[in-house]
């Protein structure tokens, strides 16, 4: 799926649905820091117009599904905790290149963005398909495929605006490296952990 290398067991839905509240405020702030990354993305790459309408409609979207997310936990009862860690974010953002040239750096950025776009895409398809809760099923499968679109959107930027990065190849190390590192979480009750 998407050309991850490893997919999640499905088990991991049920510790999540174990503890709805928890992953409901974790999945609020992934949402929010996926609207943050894409207006960073903005303000970096202002010249490419195109990149600055697109992802200001992402950047958008984001925040919409973080108003759901905020919703539902407001209809369930529960209450939006502080924003959690992200220990596998964390690792993607120690493997992405930050130095070399500007454009190296704003490649690997969407890459990183295309990454965790992929892995969220394929974690919400995972509770689509073995959590109880029949509305929140429907959600996550909707969700599934708006973070699907955004992928796609990242994936062919990164192709797009490329000057030294050879995309193909990266993306490679890309997969490999998370095929790695996810095999360390799915114990947990976190959209990536
Ligand atoms: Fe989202
Ligand atoms: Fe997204």
Redesign the pocket.
Known sequence: MLGLKLLTDPRWANIAEANLAEILTDHAWCEQK?ATNAITLIANNSEHHDLVEELTA?AI??ME?FQQVVAIIKKKGYVLGRERKDDYVGQLVKFSKKDGSRNTAFIDRLLFAAMI?AR?CERFRVLSLNIKDKELAKFYHELMV??AG?YTTFLNFARKYTIDVDVDKRWKEWLDFEGKLIRSFGNKEAIHG
């Open positions: 996926a992402i979207e984001e599904h776009e969220s708006s973070e955004h």
